[in-house]
């Protein structure tokens, strides 16, 4: 049973470590794409701590957007597993679903932390030239 528990936890480990990189590209490109409107935010007086809350509240938004969903796909799963194979005891226990949730939101906020600084890092001028 230890080696199954050490399993799954390497497997949460690795995925967690996935979407962390997941998030970071994603924002990253959303970050090279808005290049254009991050540079007439900072032409009009935004401040890189503005810039990098914007860019962060995006992330985080979507990260919560992501955790519930796979906190309800994962129970309706469970569910329907149980319903098929009612032998079968899985436990979705709430703190297990407290502490999953948490991390997820904690990797959304490490995978657009990088990001965010780098837009608030971008020189307006070069960036309105950009198409």
Do not use: H
């Not at 050490?6 to 924002?27: E, Q």
């Not at 796909?73 to 009612?86: D, I, K, Q, R, V």
Request: glycine fraction near 12%.
């Amino acid at each position: 049973m230890n080696l199954i528990t050490a399993g799954v936890a390497t497997i949460g480990s690795i995925s967690l470590v996935v979407g962390a990189v997941g998030i970071l590209t994603m924002m990253w490109i959303a970050v090279g794409e808005r290049t254009r409107e991050i540079g007439i935010l900072k032409a009009l007086g935004g401040s890189k701590t503005y810039i990098v809350l914007t860019i962060m509240q995006e992330s985080m938004l979507l990260s919560l957007f992501g955790v519930i969903g796979g906190c309800g796909l994962g129970w309706l799963t469970a569910e329907m597993l149980m319903f098929f194979y009612p032998t079968l005891i899985i436990q979705f226990t709430l703190d297990w679903m407290i502490y999953a949730s948490a991390l997820g939101v904690l990797g959304g906020f490490l995978g657009s932390f990088y990001p965010a600084i780098r837009a608030a890092r971008q020189d307006p001028v070069s960036a309105l030239r950009e198409e």
